[in-house]
């Protein structure tokens, strides 16, 4: 095993993860970010979740491939996508495609810091983390 799920559910169900063993970006006994349930992050390869970022629902993190899909995320509980590019990363987000910078320029614009906000930072962030 490569984690564990630790305490009591919080208000939204999830549990905090705390991994068992080194992981690229990862010391063992770090705390991660938050899990409906071990469905949601695979046990095998490197994929991981950190910061305050939450995986419920049918969203499934697995592999350590070159692109990251989060949903339900956003005011639309849609899905977002970020690969690497000839040019450097891209997100596809609804009718969105850009870069991370223009991303991030418009979730501010769009969202400020609401929560809808803070989830897309922390995919951000997960997907920086794992580059590493």
Same mark, same amino acid.
């Given at each position: ?43 095998? &390869? #490197? =994929? !991981? *979740?950190?910061? $305050? @970022?939450?995986?419920? &629902? #049918? =969203? !499934? *993190?697995?592999? $350590? @491939? ?67």
């Amino acid at each position: 095993m490569k984690y564990e799920l630790i305490g009591e559910p919080n208000e939204y169900g999830l549990r905090q993860i705390r991994y068992l063993k080194d992981l690229p970006g990862i010391n063992a006994g770090e705390l991660g970010g938050w899990l409906e349930s071990e469905k949601n992050l695979s046990q095998d &390869g #490197d =994929a !991981w *979740v950190s910061g $305050n @970022a939450r995986v419920y &629902g #049918d =969203a !499934w *993190v697995f592999s $350590n @491939a070159d692109w990251l899909v989060v949903s339900p995320i956003g005011s639309r509980d849609g899905s977002t996508t970020i690969t690497k590019g000839k040019k450097g990363d891209i997100v596809n987000c609804g009718c969105f495609t850009g870069s991370i910078d223009e991303f991030l320029e418009r979730v501010t614009k769009t969202h400020g810091d609401n929560n809808h906000a803070r989830a897309y930072r922390a995919m951000i962030d997960m997907w920086n983390a794992k580059k590493g």
